[in-house]
């Protein structure tokens, strides 16, 4: 194959999987609203609040390593301070029983760092 038809052919097939994801995207978006009627709907029948859907909790039912791991991954690595983290943990769904948040993301974050011997013995890796 000449450089120049697998370019084009690469090109064509990016083009053809942009137009999938903005099809797919609008049918995601017409679920959503369909959704959120329905769940309207029930909330005046019942007189109960519904839930948020899952895609809007990304971080519930996560692990606070897991939920940080996550929230600095969809930010594309970049640093985050602790108090961004919380609020975006916390705003994803992310629940801790603890009276401050902050403070169970930070010491989870140094531990999961510098883990203790019996850790080590577990293979838990280092963040």
Do not use: C
């Not at 090109?11 to 609008?26: F, H, N, Q, T």
């Not at 978006?29 to 990304?58: D, H, M």
């Not at 989870?108 to 850790?119: C, E, Q």
């Amino acid at each position: 194959m000449v450089n120049g038809d697998f370019s084009g052919n690469l090109k064509s097939l990016m083009e053809e999987y942009d137009r999938r994801i903005a099809g797919a995207e609008r049918e995601v978006e017409r679920l959503r609203q369909l959704r959120n009627a329905a769940a309207l709907l029930l909330e005046n029948e019942t007189g109960k609040p519904i839930l948020k859907p899952t895609a809007e909790r990304p971080y519930a039912g996560m692990t606070t390593i897991q939920a940080v791991e996550s929230a600095l991954r969809k930010n594309g690595n970049r640093p985050m301070h602790a108090s961004e983290l919380t609020k975006a943990l916390i705003d994803g769904g992310w629940h801790t029983n603890a009276s401050n948040p902050q403070l169970t993301i930070v010491g989870a974050l140094v531990m999961g760092s510098n883990p203790t011997p019996s850790a080590r013995s577990l293979r838990i890796s280092r963040l």
